[in-house]
């Protein structure tokens, strides 16, 4: 098991900013294919943005692109399994519990749903005003 720790989440108004991070500690040798997901109240979990190992290849969804960005930094050896997700222009339909999941990379597998990944967070609640 790899334990998956999401931060960053809250309040704020729209168009407001918030930065999500996710740490995957895992084996110091292994790096992980990294996602975000949303659910929000009586609705499915919905993917969000992913980033691939190396952080060559980012996935987004078309309606949040030019508002949320996926990143990591595997120049720092400690961090190398933490991704960030910024969040701008923030919208009250923005609301939902955020969760970051990890797994191990493999060819063919898809970044845009949750089966595909094999550890997950408890996840962060963001809560934006109108």
């Known amino acids: 098991q790899v334990p998956v720790v999401e931060s960053g989440g809250g309040l704020v108004q729209s168009g407001g900013s918030l930065r999500l991070s996710c740490a995957a500690s895992?084996?110091?040798?292994?790096?992980?294919?990294m996602g975000w997901f949303r659910q929000a109240p009586g609705k499915e979990r919905e993917f969000v943005a992913a980033?691939?190992?190396?952080?060559?290849?980012?996935?987004?969804?078309?309606s949040m692109k030019g508002r949320f960005t996926i990143s990591r930094d595997n120049a720092r050896d400690n961090a190398k399994n933490t991704v960030y997700l910024q969040m701008n222009t923030l919208k009250p339909e923005d609301t939902a519990v955020y969760y970051c999941?990890?797994?191990?990379?493999?060819?063919?597998?898809?970044?845009?749903?949750?089966?595909?990944?094999?550890?997950w967070g408890q996840g962060t609640q963001v809560t934006v005003s109108s």
């Open positions: 999941a990890a797994r191990t990379p493999g060819s063919g597998r898809s970044y845009y749903t949750p089966y595909e990944y094999d550890y």
């Open positions: 980033i691939n190992w190396s952080g060559s290849n980012t996935y987004d969804v078309a």
């Open positions: 895992g084996r110091t040798s292994s790096v992980y294919d």
